[in-house]
């Protein structure tokens, strides 16, 4: 079975503090997102990356970097974190399935607080 | 039980009764269709999808009817079980690498004992 493994299920975090959320994947798969999750909103696509060091903006890009140095690994960094930043995050991944499309396969997500 | 999942986010269902999800989808070039289940404290699982060529596909006790016509996707559940209960979505998407899914919001199955 894939596994997705997301380093935090929970964080807590002050207001302006620079935030490192880590995503691993054991299934050799070039694709790899970042989404977050907030009731009434569903999941929305932060970021997403097809190869190491590539990388997309999603819907809702602001606030937020990412990094893919290695295939495995796909971080989300809040350069400041405010607030509305409150959510849980979701980091994801699949087969780049020769353009088309094949499942993703969750984390468990890591449930970000920001005071 | 029948639910159309943007609208009627919950639907309660006996054990050992067939459930069904429903979700509308808004776009007419879509061309994959993939149906999740998050259980409390957990990540999204995937369950079964299917390609716009194909109008039906089943696999273990589910099954996605897919319905270009009129742009249904539905997820039936064949005797819902306890551990069915769940928040299930579906999804679509018009680009490769699922660059563009787009996510209903869900609709919550409580199975009853």
């Known amino acids: 079975d894939v596994k997705v493994t997301q380093s935090s299920r929970y964080l807590v975090k002050r207001t302006g503090e620079k935030v490192f959320l880590e995503c691993v994947q054991d299934?050799?798969?070039?694709?790899m997102f970042w989404y977050r999750q907030d009731p009434g909103l569903g999941l929305r696509l932060i970021y997403f990356s097809y190869d190491v060091k590539m990388k997309e903006k999603g819907d809702i890009p602001e606030g937020y970097s990412v990094s893919r140095e290695k295939k495995e690994r796909f971080s989300l960094i809040l350069e400041s974190a405010s607030t509305n930043q409150t959510s849980m995050y979701l980091c994801?991944?699949?087969?780049?399935?020769?353009?088309?499309?094949?499942?993703?396969?969750f984390g468990n997500g890591t449930r970000l607080t920001v005071t | 039980g029948e639910s159309v999942g943007l609208h009627l986010p919950t639907l309660s269902v006996q054990e050992g009764d067939n459930s069904i999800i429903n979700c509308a989808y808004s776009?007419?070039?879509?061309?994959?269709f993939i149906w999740y289940k998050q259980e409390s404290g957990k990540g999204p699982q995937f369950i079964i999808d299917i390609r716009s060529n194909m109008d039906k596909r089943q696999g273990q006790r589910v099954t996605v009817l897919l319905n270009k016509t009129v742009k249904h996707l539905s997820l039936q559940i064949a005797a819902t079980q306890p551990g069915d209960s769940a928040v299930y979505f579906c999804a679509e998407n018009n680009a490769g690498n699922n660059r563009k899914l787009i996510w209903g919001l869900g609709t919550s199955l409580a199975v009853n004992p």
């Open positions: 776009n007419s070039a879509s061309d994959y």
């Open positions: 994801a991944s699949s087969f780049r399935a020769g353009g088309g499309n094949s499942p993703l396969h």
């Open positions: 299934m050799d798969h070039e694709n």
